[in-house]
């Protein structure tokens, strides 16, 4: 069974600086998808960020970024220019990728960051 | 277009009596998923539904749980004789296809039992 670990429960930036939010997880599969889910107070969940295991290169949109460390088994998500709009809850979710895995989302237990004005 | 509607936001119920959720997913996704997010368990897996195949029910958590698919569209979860700690967000998503697709969001159904 996949395991994904967030372990700091909050955090708190101030607008315009940069912050990076931890994620780990535990799995024998080889192959699979890695994504950070934001969701606001409004409780809509939104896809910020989505990673192929298989590619080394780490993905980017726009001011949110990836660290991607297959052998660590670490996903983090670095937020560049913190906007008011980015506070809400962030949770980091696996997704096995093998022929005929259910494409479930095993999810972490999501960290509340604050961005200050 | 339209994104993944849930029907009611907001549900307050007796311990004891079965309710019913509702999920449209958008038009054309194949997969439709249920989650239940609550404050000690965090964001949990329930079912899943991919075009006519049998649904996953790996993760109902009790045999009062259970949903379905109809017309591979519309997805009702129901729940008998509801209990105080079935109280949670219940969570729909759809997707076009199976792996590593982005999942939509519902907004949530809050289910409150007294």
């Known amino acids: 069974a996949q395991t994904v670990t967030q372990s700091q429960p909050e955090m708190s930036v101030q607008e315009a600086e940069t912050v990076t939010l931890s994620c780990t997880y535990d799995?024998?599969?080889?192959?699979?998808?890695l994504f950070w889910y934001k969701q606001p107070p409004s409780r809509q969940m939104i896809l910020v960020i989505r990673?192929?295991?298989?590619?080394?290169q780490n993905a980017t949109e726009n001011r949110f970024s990836v660290n991607f460390q297959k052998a660590a088994k670490s996903f983090s998500l670095k937020i560049s220019d913190s906007q008011l709009g980015d506070t809400a809850m962030y949770f980091c979710a696996f997704m096995k990728s093998s022929t005929g895995a259910n494409s479930k989302l095993t999810f972490g237990k999501g960290i509340t960051l604050s961005v200050r004005p | 277009g339209a994104g993944v509607s849930q029907s009611p936001s907001n549900k307050v119920t007796e311990k004891g009596k079965d309710v019913e959720l509702r999920c449209d997913p958008i038009?054309?996704?194949?997969?439709l998923y249920w989650y239940r997010q609550s404050l000690g368990q965090g964001l949990e897996f329930l079912i899943y539904?991919?075009?006519?195949?049998?649904?996953?029910k790996s993760g109902l958590p009790s045999d009062r749980f259970s949903a379905e698919r109809t017309g591979g569209s519309v997805s009702t979860l129901t729940i008998q004789r509801t209990q105080q700690e079935d109280s949670a967000v219940y969570l729909c998503a759809s997707s076009l296809t199976q792996l590593g697709n982005e999942q939509f969001f519902g907004p949530g159904t809050r289910l409150t039992v007294l």
């Open positions: 990673q192929e295991a298989y590619k080394q």
């Open positions: 799995t024998s599969e080889s192959n699979y998808y």
């Open positions: 539904f991919q075009g006519n195949s049998a649904p996953d």
């Open positions: 038009s054309g996704h194949t997969a």
